[in-house]
């Protein structure tokens, strides 16, 4: 058997039903541009000879493959089926094998927990929730903080263990607890990285500071004690009066009039006490923080998630958080468009003033 003849008996289909010859004699002109009419033929002819081919009765222009031979290519298929998918499950088995032991969850509960527990309930749960990401059940989360209160520490670290070990999904809550490790990782390296290069700027800048010694002890000349020929106590009272009010009123631009001195001085018209400027500024944190604090719980973990991982992109968040990608998505092109800007290597980062948002929208919470 040729090369033409292989070609045209892989293009017959394999569960019996039959192909017209000119369909056949277009889609071998793919792979042989020079095919004639003649060689098709007698391709065609040659593998009925052989009874790898017949004539379909129903439509004289068709062929399907012989009774023998279709038998053998489905089998064939079906055979190489079987075994691909043995070797999947036998792949899988293994892998939940090696990840589904107790020695493996007890590292991951190590590394994810702090080394002791505390014994305040409440403050156990929320430790949990932080840990875990939603990986754990309310239930379970009551049972381990119950046991931590009471001293059961261990108790309470083996219970956990024993969960995760009998999840019905381990294998991939074992890999997105190892991704949640990771990430913890990278962040913690990060910080102390920039920690690292910061504390050397600091000296360095301490260094290069000039040691002054400033001489307090002026005494004036005996020009400047001289007294000036013309009477300036009036300017002098409206100076010292105009100095007063410095830092304390600021100006209200009203129009072009100009005012004189003695309106400078007794302060009406277009001066205003500059504590209205920190009545705004305090209602406008207010309306920043009552707006960030409605975005929603899913929103505000992403903003903390890229606060502490500044550049990860949107699939780590969706591995960390497990939120949907679409939810995720979302929120980063609507609601947190405004805290939120896409780095050059495609990840996101939090504008420099999200940090304080963040940190005074946690202390009114803890207040509260």
Not at 125 to 147: E, M, N, W, Y
Not at 243 to 267: D, N
Request: charged share 25%; hydrophobic share 35%; glycine share 6%.
């Amino acid at each position: 058997m040729n090369e033409l003849e292989q070609a045209l008996l892989d293009l017959v289909p394999v569960d019996g039903s039959s192909i017209g010859n000119q369909s056949l004699l277009d889609r071998l002109k793919g792979p042989f541009p020079d095919l004639s009419e003649d060689a098709f033929w007698a391709a065609r002819d040659s593998l009925i000879e052989q009874g790898l081919l017949q004539k379909d009765r129903a439509r004289g222009d068709s062929v399907l493959l012989g009774q023998s031979d279709a038998n053998t290519l489905v089998n064939q298929d079906l055979n190489r089926s079987c075994e691909q998918f043995e070797l999947l499950a036998a792949q899988e088995v293994s892998v939940e094998r090696d990840e589904n032991t107790s020695s493996t969850w007890d590292a991951i509960v190590k590394n994810l927990l702090p080394f002791k527990l505390t014994n305040q309930v409440d403050a156990c749960v929320k430790l949990l929730q932080d840990c875990f990401r939603g990986s754990l059940p309310h239930g379970v989360i009551q049972a381990v903080a119950t046991l931590s209160a009471l001293g059961f520490e261990q108790q309470a670290r083996m219970l956990l263990v024993d969960f995760f070990k009998e999840h019905r999904d381990a294998p991939r809550l074992y890999r997105l607890l190892q991704m949640q490790l990771l990430f913890r990782e990278r962040s913690e390296k990060a910080k102390e990285a920039r920690s690292t290069n910061a504390s050397p700027v600091a000296e360095h800048h301490s260094e290069i500071q000039p040691k002054t010694d400033s001489d307090w002890e002026w005494a004036p000349s005996r020009e400047e004690l001289d007294a000036p020929d013309v009477d300036d106590s009036s300017l002098r009272k409206v100076a010292a009066s105009l100095q007063e009010r410095i830092g304390i009123y600021r100006a209200i631009e009203s129009g072009t009039k100009v005012p004189e001195l003695e309106e400078l001085a007794s302060g009406k018209g277009w001066l205003q006490p500059a504590t209205s400027m920190a009545s705004d500024k305090n209602h406008n944190d207010s309306a920043l923080l009552d707006r960030t604090s409605r975005l929603g719980q899913t929103a505000l973990d992403l903003l903390k998630y890229f606060s502490d991982n500044p550049g990860d992109k949107a699939v780590h968040a969706e591995t960390v958080l497990g939120y949907p990608m679409t939810e995720i998505r979302r929120l980063l092109l609507g609601s947190l468009g405004h805290y939120l800007r896409k780095t050059s290597s495609g990840g996101w980062e939090c504008y420099p003033w999200v940090c304080e948002v963040l940190s005074a929208l946690e202390e009114t919470r803890n207040e509260s």
